[in-house]
């Protein structure tokens, strides 16, 4: 049986914006990781965040939370895919970054329909500016396996490298608005909508 749960990825160090908790800077008045986690949770059966600091005010959000497994940290991404893989309970996870705080659910819905189509395949977004790997949905099972054995491998900490190893397709999405990266402090000191000014 087919089932669906969902992961946000909030466990990097977040350097270009000094070093604070990335998810849990508000942009347009919410906490960028609660956007994300929204936006996915109408599709999914859970969502759980992957966070390596502040435990308690992640879960003070009303969310279960799993941190980097001590054998796979610092692999980057990887080590977040890694856990919540491990973690998930259903036969596909979503999963996407916790900085892309304008996410759309249609952009979720796109990837859950290409992965009903090929369900043993990874999916993941490719817009104008280009391959977004971390916005994916994945058969847990066989992605688990492949990650630890590119883990193992002692490969390149590559997102695309691992999904190339397991069998990938991308999902074109047609609003490049939806996927904006928020990296540095002064994308949230602007965030907030003119209406609200």
């Known amino acids: 049986m087919r089932s669906l749960s969902g992961a946000v990825l909030a466990g990097g160090q977040a350097q270009r914006m000094a070093g604070v908790e990335k998810g849990l800077q508000c942009y347009q008045g919410k906490p ?3 956007r994300v986690a929204q936006a996915m949770s109408g599709l999914t059966s859970t969502v759980v965040l992957n966070v390596n600091r502040q435990f308690a005010d992640y879960q003070a959000l009303g969310y279960e939370w799993v941190k980097d497994a001590e054998t ?5 991404p990887l080590s977040g895919l890694w856990s919540v893989l ?3 309970r259903s036969s596909h996870l979503l999963v996407a970054p916790c900085d892309t705080p304008s996410i759309s659910s249609a952009a979720f819905v796109a990837l859950n329909t290409a992965s009903l189509a090929q369900p043993e395949k990874i999916h993941c977004l490719e817009s104008d500016s280009g391959i977004h790997p971390l916005h994916a949905i994945m058969p847990v099972e066989s992605a688990l396996l492949s990650l630890t054995d590119f883990l193992a491998s002692g490969e ?13 397709c991308c999902v074109p999405w047609h609003c490049d608005s939806d996927l904006l990266n928020v990296n540095y402090q002064a994308q949230l000191d602007t965030s907030i909508p003119p209406s609200q000014l």
């Open 86 to 88: 491990h973690r998930a």
């Open 32 to 34: 960028m990781i609660l």
């Open 72 to 76: 796979y940290a610092n692999r980057g």
């Open 156 to 168: 390149k900490n590559s997102v695309l490298a691992f999904y190339r190893q397991h069998g990938y």
